[in-house]
Every structure is written in C-alpha cells, then in structure tokens.
Nanobody
Framework: VQFVESGGDLVQPGGSLRLSCAASGFTFSSFGMAWFRQAPGKERLLVASLTSTGSVTHYADSVKGRFTVSRDNNNNTLYLQMNTLKPEDTAVYFC?????????WGLGTQVTVSL
C-alpha cells in the first residue's frame, strides 16, 4: 500500500493549488477517500472526503466553498483543488482511506501560504 502526494508549493494568499494523491496496493475504487492536513505542532485533521464513486463529498467548515475534492478511479488518483488560499491553510497535506483503520500514511505534500 502506498500513497504519493504531490502538488504542494509556496503560494500567496488568495492563490490556488491542485494537489494529487496517487494510490496503489489496494482496490482504490472500493473505498471512500479523504484529504487530511497537519500544521506544525498540531494534530492531523480531516479536510475533505468523498465516497467511493465520488458522488457524495464532505468538507471541514474551514475549507467549505474554497476546496473541491475529486477522484479518478481509472487512474487510482485523488485530487484536491484549493482556491482562495489563506495563511491558515499552511500545512502538510496527506491522503488516506476515509474510514478506519487507516492505511500506512504517505510523506504528504507541503502547502505554504505566505506573502
């Protein structure tokens, strides 16, 4: 099982990024998936999730209306489109299965929102 997150970068407030998560080693299309983020010194929190088909999504209040989660089951890839980024979005972003038990975590991708 492996998750490889990518797409993080340094971006100015108000900017946009698109994160990708390439998944392997399990039947990706059978599971609800989610994005999580962890800021320095803080716990890892769920940001956005979607069902196995992508038909139902859920967002943390802090990102609702700004972030969009999607998936490509043909290519075992999860996406997170992030718009109108704020400094408080700065964190390492991870993907994983929505339900516990979680699969082994990837390294994540760093998103830094700063002038």
């Amino acid at each position: 099982v492996q998750f490889v997150e990518s797409g993080g970068d340094l971006v100015q407030p108000g900017g946009s990024l698109r994160l990708s998560c390439a998944a392997s080693g399990f039947t990706f299309s059978s599971f609800g998936m989610a994005w999580f983020r962890q800021a320095p010194g803080k716990e890892r929190l769920l940001v956005a999730s979607l069902t196995s088909t992508g038909s139902v999504t859920h967002y943390a209040d802090s990102v609702k209306g700004r972030f969009t989660v999607s998936r490509d089951n043909n290519n075992n890839t999860l996406y997170l489109q992030m718009n109108t980024l704020k400094p408080e979005d700065t964190a390492v972003y991870f993907c994983n299965r929505l339900l516990t038990p979680r699969l082994p975590w990837g390294l994540g991708t760093q998103v830094t929102v700063s002038l």
